[in-house]
Nanobody, 125 residues
Framework: VQLQASGGGLVQAGDSLRLSCAASGRTFSTAAMGWFRQGPGKEREFVATIRWSGGYTYYSDSVKGRFTISRDKAKNTVYLQMNSLKPEDTALYYC???????????????????WGQGTQVTVSS
């Protein structure tokens, strides 16, 4: 599975961005597609994920209510709409694909087997 993320950029606090991640290759076993991020000097953390078949979504507390994850099954693409961006959202954002169906695993890196290259989001104050 190959993942191509795009949509990052430099914005001001309060602005919006939409990230996209297109999957190609052997995607038939996809159970979920998610987004993680790694800020400067920080460890990579879970942001949001969506179950591929049922569309159920899960978010980290830090982005709940501001970010929305969605998917287009026909295009094998997942989106992350980010509103009301804050400087602390500055990070390299990674998309990931996993075949794990256990809910608790969907919030962990170990629940995903394929990762994209990352797209940079920088929010200035």
């Amino acid at each position: 599975v190959q993942l191509q993320a795009s949509g990052g950029g430099l914005v001001q606090a309060g602005d919006s961005l939409r990230l996209s991640c297109a999957a190609s290759g052997r995607t038939f076993s996809t159970a979920a597609m998610g987004w993680f991020r790694q800020g400067p000097g920080k460890e990579r953390e879970f942001v949001a994920t969506i179950r591929w078949s049922g569309g159920y979504t899960y978010y980290s507390d830090s982005v709940k209510g501001r970010f929305t994850i969605s998917r287009d099954k026909a295009k094998n693409t997942v989106y992350l709409q980010m509103n009301s961006l804050k400087p602390e959202d500055t990070a390299l954002y990674y998309c990931a694909v996993g075949s794990n169906t256990i809910t608790s695993m969907l919030r962990q890196e170990a629940g995903y087997g394929y990762w994209g290259q990352g797209t940079q989001v920088t929010v200035s104050s």
